[in-house]
């Protein structure tokens, strides 16, 4: 936070967030169910905030005046609980049990069985409504974190979204930022082709956002972005970030049937040679 | 018997022990959305307008937020009328609120069909169903207002979500406000049958106890307002004690507190069990009280069915 990030903490992120691509593949895989392509799409946003952005700290998960981020899009959960591995929140090799009987890893994430997770989300336009209340109670108690929430684009089709948003704009909370991870996919096809949610920065703004529009795979733009939210402290920030859905994987990017499919065994292989890890294929 | 006593507000008792618990907890946070007047949280808002938050009309999200808020480790209260906290919120309820088990109380008002002149759309009589079924949620249908006064002021001392149901209609004093949550209130003895009612049904559960005595049947009645958790071992001493149970609730019958008390009543003592309230219907504007004669909730009804749980039982002829 704050001072200029030298190239090699740019370096760094994205060899964190390669990492992270690579958990996602072999999570869902032996998982055998999950959303591996708004997982991967979300992966440079949610890294550039845990290993940069936020200020938290593993060993005080809750300590009052940590950075709060709510995952509106909760079914990103995979790419969540791989950065808080390589944060040092659980340990690496839980990451194997998503989703498996037992295990706190939810297929959609639980505030109540891991640390760091502010709020149980997967039904949608929920997320961004506790955001708005959380950053109203820092508000309210005079502390200083910041409230950031990771929502979906299909998301943005839901009534309530709006309504949060609504509310985040006129409580003006300078200490709120949502996050559009705009990868233009939702389980059906593409938003555009289903209920056209553009133009989406144009209603951020309507709604009273700082509104910031970056490519959401580019480190530089997203901690930019970062630090202008920070600068206006006027009222909410709003940044929209342009992604690819499945991005790293090349038969999954831009694909909607990856959005809730996992891979099979030849397809997480071939995912993880792409990844920079062939051979790598966990049992299932 | 004690006559009933005068016809109190349950809202105004509502809004005077949020003022209560504002000056004793200065976390705590009210939220309202668009109703505050009718909520009577209008009365938290005039003197605590920094921790009140009249939302306007986004039900779900009023909800969503004020579980934001109380993950934050805030008291929050909640309200609006029944029909949009139980129902344009229930998923809200559900997932921000339960799920997260979230320190949210829904005070929810004008609950049932003694909204009156609004009419079926906005009479809400699924909720009790809905909000029991919610793992964690406490649900409480106060029938007085020092029942309103005691409910609040316990769902606020306890962790945890809950569901405070009120009626929009002024109800007689039926209770000395003792209510405790999970225990049953016992408004009058009897051996010879028991009436279980909620809410607005109380006070006719107690008349028509009165008519019974007349003609030497004696008749408990017990005040359910705690529905979740709700007091077992009182219903099934009812059972086992008096042979016949008879629930009055101002609720569908398919999903309320008759549906309840006659599930836990087939699985710990089996005796005969009547249910009266809202069949499987809408209902429609009218004069509040004449539409629960019209929806099967007369005295005249309750009567009936208690004569019949009484031939039932060879107790009359």
Known sequence: MGEEPSSGAFDALSATALEVRREIIRMTYVAGSGHPGGSLSATDLITALLFREMRLDPAHPDAPDRDRLVLSKGHAAPALYAALALRGYLPRAELLTLRKLGSRLQGHVDRNKLPFIEASTGCLGQGIGMAVGMALDARLAGRSNRVYAILGDGECQAGPTWEALMAGGHYRLGNLVAILDRNGLETDGSTESIMGIEPVADKFRAFRYHTIEVDGHDFHQILDAFAAARAHTAGPTAIVARTVKGKGVSFMEGQHAFHGKPPNEAEARQALTELGAPGEVPPR | ?317
């Open chain 2, 1 to 317: 018997m004690t006559p009933l006593g005068k016809p109190e507000s349950l809202r105004d008792a509502y809004g005077k022990t949020l003022l209560e618990l504002g000056g004793r907890d200065p976390r705590l946070v009210v939220l309202d959305a668009d109703l505050s007047g009718s909520t009577r949280t209008v009365l938290f808002g005039q003197k605590y307008p920094d921790r009140f938050f009249n939302v306007g009309v986004m039900e779900p999200t009023m909800v969503s937020m004020a579980a934001g808020l109380a993950l934050g480790g805030r008291t929050v209260f909640a309200s609006t009328f029944a029909v949009f906290a139980a129902g344009q919120a229930y998923n809200f309820v559900r997932q921000s609120v339960c799920y997260n088990r979230a320190n949210v109380k829904i005070v929810a008002t004008h609950g049932g069909l003694l909204v009156g002149g609004d009419g079926g759309t906005h009479q809400m009589i699924e909720d009790i169903g809905l909000m029991r079924g919610l793992p964690g949620m406490t649900v409480i249908v106060p029938s007085d207002a020092p029942t309103t006064r005691a409910a609040v002021l316990e769902v606020a001392e306890r962790d945890g979500p809950a569901y405070v149901r009120l009626t929009r209609e002024n109800l007689p004093t039926v209770t000395d406000g003792s209510f405790r949550i999970g225990v049953a209130g016992e408004l009058r003895a009897g051996t010879d049958l028991t009436i279980v009612a909620v809410g607005a049904l109380v006070p006719r559960a107690l008349e028509v106890a009165e008519e019974l005595a007349q003609v030497g049947v004696q008749t408990r009645v017990l005040d359910l307002a705690s529905v979740k958790p709700f007091d077992v071992p009182a219903v099934v001493r009812a059972a086992r004690e008096t042979g016949a149970i008879l629930v009055l609730e101002e609720h569908s019958v398919t999903t309320g507190v008759g549906a309840m008390v006659a599930a836990a009543t087939a699985e710990n003592y089996p005796v005969p069990v009547r249910r009266v309230g809202v069949p499987d219907v809408f209902g429609e504007s009218g004069e509040p009280w004449a539409l629960l004669d019209r929806y099967g909730m007369s005295k005249e009804r309750i009567r009936d069915e208690a004569w019949e749980l009484l031939k039932l039982r060879g107790k009359v002829q």
